[in-house]
């Protein structure tokens, strides 16, 4: 059964705190993804990665930054966690050929 | 970024009464997905679409993939209470290293 792992499924933090979010797949998957999801506003693409140590930026990249060092984990980071970015984050996996998306459990974030 | 337009927002139905919404765009996909996500949960497949005029089944669900590569559909027959969630589709071009572009969402409450 494919899996995609994030690490927590709750977070609180605290306004300028360095918050770490990690993924983990097991399909052996080439991409990865990171989205946001906030109501009203749909699933939007923060930073994708198709290679270790490769990242491109998504439609929301500002305030967040990624790591891929091993093919199956990918890292989202928050570098000074602010209460705007308070909302539920998904990390999803796909490979190149088929396309077709895993997704996490979610991990909702709370910055107060 | 863009999004692919997909209606309709919400639907209210009656236990039994079968369901449809779809999903347009401008572009060109080659692939189409469609996504159910549970509250509080990440989004799991339901189908994929891989050709122009694929229909598919799983269980209740339907979805085919449009001919002009521009549209996807769902279909729900005899809905259960458990349908309930939000239904998303998501489209990928060729060459987007799996990049997806995600509809806006259709909230499904069904009535016993």
């Known amino acids: 059964d494919v899996k995609v792992t994030q690490s927590s499924r709750y977070l609180v933090k605290r306004t300028g705190e360095k918050v770490f979010l990690e993924c983990v797949q097991d399909?052996?998957?080439?991409?990865m993804f990171w989205y946001r999801q906030d109501p009203g506003l749909g699933l939007r693409l923060i930073y994708f990665s198709y290679d270790v140590k490769m990242k491109e930026k998504g439609d929301i990249p500002e305030g967040y930054s990624v790591s891929r060092e091993k093919k199956e984990r990918f890292s989202l980071i928050l570098e000074s966690a602010s209460t705007n970015q308070t909302s539920m984050y998904l990390c999803?996996?796909?490979?190149?050929?088929?396309?077709?998306?895993?997704f996490g459990q979610g991990t909702r974030l709370t910055v107060v | 970024g863009q999004q692919l337009n997909q209606s309709p927002q919400s639907m209210f139905i009656q236990e039994g009464e079968d369901v449809s919404m779809n999903c347009t765009s401008s572009?060109?996909?080659?692939?189409w997905l469609w996504y159910k996500q549970d509250p509080g949960e990440g989004p799991v497949l339901l189908i994929a679409?891989?050709?122009?005029?694929e229909l598919t089944s799983n269980g209740r669900l339907t979805a085919q993939f449009g001919i002009t590569r521009k549209d996807s559909f769902l279909n729900i027959s005899a809905s259960i209470p458990s349908d309930v969630g939000i239904y998303f589709c998501?489209?990928?071009?060729?060459?987007?290293?799996?990049?997806?572009?995600f509809g806006q969402g259709t909230i499904l409450t069904v009535h016993p």
């Open positions: 399909m052996d998957h080439e991409n």
């Open positions: 999803a996996s796909s490979s190149t050929v088929k396309g077709e998306a895993f």
């Open positions: 572009s060109i996909f080659n692939t």
């Open positions: 998501a489209g990928r071009r060729g060459t987007s290293y799996g990049k997806l572009t």
């Open positions: 679409l891989y050709k122009a005029g």
